[in-house]
């Protein structure tokens, strides 16, 4: 079973292809004149492609683009200005295709009674509809995949509350579908996350329906404690074996890690840099994730006496170590970068070094223009190179099959920890400080650093103190590279404190991206139905209503995370 969850992400997208439109219109799928037929597709080949497309879209979103800059994991360096001025986001096209496909995959099995894939593709689903309804807020879904049968109507959107509940009885109806010991039809190979084990899909669907419950523990607390409640007593994650993640074995860019710069520009590896609210924290926790995440900066930087400055002057550069005159740090408009203070003295004028030894990040939104130039830097090249701020981990400039670390992870046992932790904090659950410190071993665990499980946990800042604070903390530092979840947990609640940076669109985050124009043009009519359910904020009056800062449904009334 160990090896079934190694299996690479291989890009089976024959029969992908053969039954989703290229568009983002929702009304129709459209139909290869030069492929199968869907009534005669094989539901194992058409769950293979979405589960890999579900695996490859949620990393590169989570590790160098939308919600890995949103939770504050990564910044983009070179062209990109990290300003949170969202948009559309990568999320709707690329989810609604696989949506399409799932559709027939789901629809195969019904007809052929193949239960094994009825349960699956109802997970997959729930997935990818979550995904949409988080970002977004009222989207299609009820009529979102009834193609023909609409007669050439346009698919209304649902409300948010709706599919957050549908989601969750989706997810139900799998478990129960998966609780059998024997399937007909299922090829192991074909299923790419868990090689044909129900026992782990089932595992699966009820983490899932505690991950969607958790979702609504601000705004629906009632209904969320019941649910929570309920699920804690089904089959579970017990272990690390049991999440749901997927191997990048690398050999062709379709398998290997995004933005690697391996089979394109090098530079899409190097404008990939860690995010100083990252690197901050881990190094007050002296967290050993650090070192498997990011490599030490190649030129450190160090402010002395002039003295003590190579040749004199300002600045000097010397056996692979840059020098500083603290003397005339005021006359060149200098500033040592603090996270305290680093906003204000960028809104200032001032230029910000920082005297990290050993890691070095890239603040949020630190310029308003390009973040290029952070921390002195003079070079040539405007390919993401900067020897004054550190790089991600060469194991992710993948030139190997990366041993462990490289895997899509959707869903960890370190997060399910963590929920039950929440739970229990709350008042849903038990053992609060238990799920929580092994969730902590969890994460340690996947990244090869069990053996610094006893030192950490017992550091400050890392010692149970009984907050959902500490918790939320953990988990989002476990949930490195799944900025999806990351990003949701501090919508919801807050946590960790993230700021929008000095020079962001807007003084705060943002809570959703805005609707595609291809949908506003195709489907106007249902779509200012669901632009109409956002509730207006002080910060969205420059939109129209359809606003990255207007508040969805599960944001309203509640006094998080703005």
């Known amino acids: 079973m160990k090896l079934m969850k190694n ?11 053969l039954v989703t439109s290229c568009d983002n219109d929702l009304a129709e799928i459209n139909e290869n004149p030069n492929g199968i037929e869907p009534s005669e597709a094989d539901p194992n080949l058409l769950m293979s492609a979405v589960m890999t497309g579900l695996a490859t879209s949620t990393t590169k979103r989570g590790y160098s683009n939308d919600t890995g800059n949103a939770a504050q994991f990564t910044q983009r360096d070179s062209w990109s200005s990290n300003r949170y001025d969202w948009e559309t986001g990568t999320i709707w096209t690329e989810n609604y295709k696989l949506l399409r496909t799932n559709k027939v995959a789901y ?7 193949l239960t094994f894939h009825e349960g699956v593709t109802l997970i997959l689903k729930s997935m990818l509809f979550g995904n949409l309804t988080d970002y977004y807020g009222d989207i299609p879904y009820s009529e979102a995949l009834q193609g023909i049968e609409l007669e050439g109507e346009r698919p209304a959107y649902d409300s948010q509350e709706s599919i957050y509940k549908g989601v969750i009885s989706d997810l139900e109806t799998a478990s129960s579908l998966l609780s059998a010991t024997n399937y007909e039809g299922v090829l192991d190979n074909q299923d790419v996350f868990y090689g044909g084990d129900a026992s782990k899909w089932q595992k699966l669907a009820n983490s899932l329906a ?18 929570v409640t309920s699920t804690l007593a089904k089959p579970l994650f017990s272990d ?10 690398g050999g062709i860019d379709e398998q290997s890690w995004p933005s690697s710069g391996q089979f394109g520009s090098a530079s899409e590896f190097y404008r990939v840099k860690p995010c100083t609210t990252l690197t901050d924290k881990l190094k007050e926790l002296e967290d050993p994730r650090i070192s498997v995440w990011f490599a030490p900066v190649e030129v450190p930087t160090k402010v002395v006496p002039a003295a003590e400055v190579p040749g004199g002057g300002d600045l000097a550069e010397t056996d692979g170590v840059r020098y500083i005159n603290s003397e005339t740090l005021d006359s060149n408009d200098y500033a040592i970068y603090s996270a305290a203070t680093y906003a204000a003295d960028l809104e ?5 070094i920082d005297t990290s030894s050993v890691y070095v990040g890239l603040p949020v939104a630190v310029s308003g223009i390009d973040p290029y130039e ?3 830097n003079s070079e040539g090249s405007r390919g993401g190179t900067n020897a004054y701020v550190s790089r991600m981990n060469e194991v992710f400039n993948q030139k190997d099959d990366g041993g462990n670390l490289l895997k899509a992870r959707l869903f960890s046992y370190a997060e399910l920890s963590f929920l039950k932790a929440e739970a229990a904090v709350r008042g849903w659950g038990s053992d609060a400080e238990g799920n929580y410190l092994q969730g902590i071993k969890a994460s340690l665990e996947v990244w090869d650093l069990e053996e610094n499980y006893t030192d950490y946990i017992e550091g400050e800042g890392v010692a149970f103190d009984g907050s959902l604070d500490i918790i939320i903390q953990q988990k989002w530092i476990a949930n490195m590279f799944n900025g999806d979840e990351a990003y949701m947990d501090w919508r919801r609640t807050g ?5 929008a940076g000095p020079f962001a669109r807007e003084d705060v985050m943002p809570l959703r991206f805005i609707y595609p124009s291809d949908e506003i043009d195709l489907n106007s009519a249902n779509n200012a139905v669901g632009a109409a359910s956002l509730e207006g904020t002080s910060y969205s009056t420059t939109d129209s209503n359809d606003s990255p800062y207007a508040r969805p449904w599960i944001v309203q009334g509640v006094a998080k995370p703005w």
């Open 374 to 376: 952070y921390n002195l």
């Open 495 to 499: 946590l960790p404190d993230l700021k």
């Open 7 to 17: 299996i690479a992400i291989i890009f089976l997208l024959i029969p992908l292809l």
């Open 210 to 227: 505690l991950r969607y419950y958790m979702r609504l523990s601000e705004k629906l607390p009632a209904f969320a404690q019941a649910g």
């Open 107 to 113: 629809d195969r099995a019904v007809e052929l009674n």
């Open 348 to 352: 200032a004028g001032k230029k910000l």
């Open 240 to 249: 690390i074996d049991d999440e749901l993640v997927l191997s990048y074995i």
